[in-house]
């Protein structure tokens, strides 16, 4: 598979795992989630790899795709983030009613 397909399907999970994601989790808490998810490391020797869906063969991720993935993940997840707060700023709860003006 050639580069530029890898990066599609790499980023399609990116955009995937950030719809589902616990929001009590740190940025990189994450990403290690992430990674152990999306592009594991099997045998424990430093060479991640991606399942391709399609063919369910295993793909070999170099250093660049993981870099370029790892900084990704944590923009998208930054603009997740900040679209959050903005949706929670702008809830607005009920006034609430004091009762000491009222006479018994």
Do not use: C
């Not at 589902?20 to 940025?27: E, L, P």
């Not at 991640?48 to 993940?73: G, P, S």
Request: charge should be positive; proline fraction near 1%.
């Amino acid at each position: 598979m050639d580069e530029k397909k890898l990066w599609l399907k790499i980023s399609g999970s990116i955009n995937y795992y950030l719809q589902y994601y616990s929001k009590r989790m740190t940025d990189e808490e994450l990403l290690k989630d992430y990674r152990e998810y999306a592009l594991p490391d099997m045998d424990g020797d430093g060479i991640h790899t991606y399942l391709d869906k399609q063919t369910l063969e295993r793909i070999v991720v170099d250093e660049n795709m993981m870099d370029k993935a790892n900084v990704a993940f944590i923009e998208r997840l930054k603009k997740k983030r900040a679209k959050e707060v903005i949706v929670e700023e702008k809830k607005v709860l009920a006034k609430v009613i004091d009762f000491s003006k009222y006479k018994r």
